[in-house]
């Protein structure tokens, strides 16, 4: 029973993580209906930019943090004003293949500046420090993963429900004309999403990267379970996003613990195909159908 | 009569293609001047911590450059970045080896997957390939007559381990942590052979994915099987996040590890600081041992080395590995051929430079069996030495 109590505690930190990545490309999905597919590696060159102040310049981490955050923003919005945004005439699938030039560009960015060696991240909390609560481990990473996750989620949901900001986001997802005739600047509203979706996403990658090493791949996995979270749960709900995290993070734990550790991998793919099967909206997003 | 005549055309290609293949000769990769030798190694992509071995070799042939190089000729030396993709392997080789003038010969080169990729390719045109960077059999099995294997097996190095384990510490509750591919089944099988003979099984075996990042369910499996004693391998991301995981998880055993692990300083860093007292094989010497290989070296690595270059393991493995190629260079004499050199590689015996001792013969392609084992101080920087050089036979 212990070891069962471990294992959900444990899932459900790494789903809180799965969750931030999720939500980060829900709202993108939210505002714009595209799949970003640099998500992962928008995370990475920021953890390496707080990498980079932290071990190699000494800033302390209260600095470096709004520090990567901004950064983390600004890459967000260039990927829309310098590429999306300069698409002539773009279809859908055209923006996601863009999302995945600027991914490669990322990619060889990161590699290139950083090299692939893998870094250890100075955090000031502890990735192997932990409290004991009969007999339950709970690490404190995981426990500020956990409550971060909850904390965003909450403040994600506040700002979509009750600000006008959050409320031109929806509105621009759902008619990106209308939107724009009824005096929402849509333009900006989408800058704001990419920026918004990548400091998420920086967040995530700052709460991995203690956890195991630094590197250019080091998103790679997450994002793919991120994915997936977001598919399970719904990728219009922000909501879905956050419970598929947990679901993810769950599922593959105990499958992991109590199935096989092997094909441990293979569980995010087995949940897309089984999702997009049966519920193709994903668990909690309202079907959306477009009338002609 | 279409059929006839597509048979005829077919026939014709092939016969072309055949007469082409058999009239276009082999390049040499020598001149008068220069010996050209390539090596592949990943400076990007996840394996780059590795992309050492190739620059350490550069560093050693520019020493053999400076010195009058080998019988009158300077090595050049080809070297490209593979990012670890059998793909790129096998592109980039096949470009360099049938571009004017040729590769002479193949050094060192990173990973068991790349080396398959072009294993069969260069046994095919006959051209030698000394030291792969990878401790497989595949390299041995069978041997071939081009193919110098210098790298001791991972899986004699896991039985090294297990013997001095069980012998040594009196160990007998194992559990083996290792990555499922080539390398970490190489490992898996030495140890339970050698295991079986001292009538011993592993608690547990648990494969890691190579794209897994948390490795949660798989540290708790090694803590319920209450195995005190785990053997790793993986690679050095997997092994940060294996010590880091169980360190929260307060599951402490002995840490066993291999050669591709042996860069203390390195697996200390990445780890936050927990690389303490792990046990490894090493099949390098120390760093910072003084014996006169390693000093002139080290002198060559100031010299020459790009700055940021760090003086570690792999890096000394890229010269621990070519170091009986330049022997056999050497012995091959003026007149180099590829078959020359094969026979100078054939009569190396008992050469020893900064790996174990280094033989081959008319029959055997693996020329070293030796490491030892080695266990980090209580700063997880530095090394101490519990073993001389060993081997398992």
Known sequence: MLNFLQIMVSGLAIGSAYGLIALAMVIIYKTSEVLNFAQGDMAVISTFVAYYLLAQQGWPFIAALPAALAFAVLVGMAAEFLFLRRAKKPNLLGLIIITLGFQMILFGFTSWKWGADPKDLPFPVSPFGAFELGGLIIGHLEALTFLLGLVVMAILFLFFRFTKTGVAMKATQQNLAVARIMGIRTRRVLLLAWGLSAAIGCLAGLLLGPAGTVDPYMMWDPALKGFASAVLGGMTSLFGAAVGGYLMGVVENLFGFYVSTEFKSVVPFAIILIVLILKPSGLLARHYVKKV | ?393
């Not at chain 2, 041997?143 to 009196?170: C, G, H, N, S």
């Not at chain 2, 099984?201 to 190579?210: C, D, F, Q, T």
């Not at chain 2, 050199?341 to 069996?369: H, L, P, W, Y």
């Open chain 2, 1 to 393: 009569m279409r059929g006839w005549q597509g048979f005829i055309v077919l026939a014709l290609i092939l016969t072309l293609g055949v007469v082409g293949t058999a009239g276009a000769a082999e390049l040499s990769g020598v001149t008068k001047t220069e010996i050209h030798i390539g090596q592949w190694g990943p400076q990007t992509g996840p394996a780059a911590p590795w992309g050492a071995v190739a620059r350490g070799t550069g560093v050693l042939f520019q020493m053999i450059n400076d010195g009058g190089g080998i019988h009158g000729r300077k090595i050049v030396y080809h070297m490209f970045d593979d990012q670890y993709n059998p793909a790129k392997t096998k592109a980039g080789v096949k470009e360099l080896q049938e571009r004017e003038p040729g590769i002479f010969a193949w050094a060192a080169g990173v990973g068991t997957a790349p080396g398959l990729a072009v294993k069969d390719y260069l046994m095919e045109k006959k051209i030698p390939w000394v030291g792969p960077s990878a401790g497989s059999l595949h390299w041995i099995t069978p041997p071939q007559k081009y193919l110098f294997a210098v790298y001791p097996l991972y899986y004699d190095e896991a039985q090294i381990l297990v013997r001095y384990l069980v012998t040594k510490e009196k160990k007998s509750k194992f559990a083996i942590l290792y990555a499922n591919d080539e390398y970490g089944k190489n490992g898996l099988k030495g140890a339970l052979l050698e295991m079986d003979k001292h009538g011993l099984k592993p608690v547990l075996e648990v494969p890691v994915g190579r794209a897994d990042r948390d490795l949660k369910s798989h540290i708790m499996k090694l803590k319920d099987s209450g195995a005190d004693t785990v053997i790793m391998w993986v690679n050095p991301t997997h092994a940060a996040i294996t010590m880091k995981t169980a360190a929260a998880l307060k599951y402490e055993p002995q840490w066993v590890t291999s050669s591709t692990l042996s860069d203390a300083p390195l697996m200390s860093q990445i780890t936050g600081g927990l690389w303490k007292n792990v046990i490894f094989a090493g099949m390098i010497e120390d760093p910072e041992s003084t014996s006169p290989y390693m000093t002139k070296y080290r002198e060559a690595f100031e010299k020459y080395a790009q700055k940021g270059e760090r003086w570690g393991v792999f890096f000394l493995a890229g010269i621990g590995f070519v170091e009986p190629m330049v022997q056999g260079l050497k012995k091959a004499g003026p007149n180099l051929t590829r078959a020359r050199f094969v026979t100078a590689m054939e009569s190396i015996k008992n050469f020893k430079g900064i790996m174990g001792n280094v033989s081959f013969d008319a029959k055997t392609r693996q020329g070293c069996n030796e490491v030892y084992v080695a266990k980090t101080d209580e700063t997880g920087m530095k090394t101490i030495r519990l073993t001389d050089w060993m081997t398992v036979r």
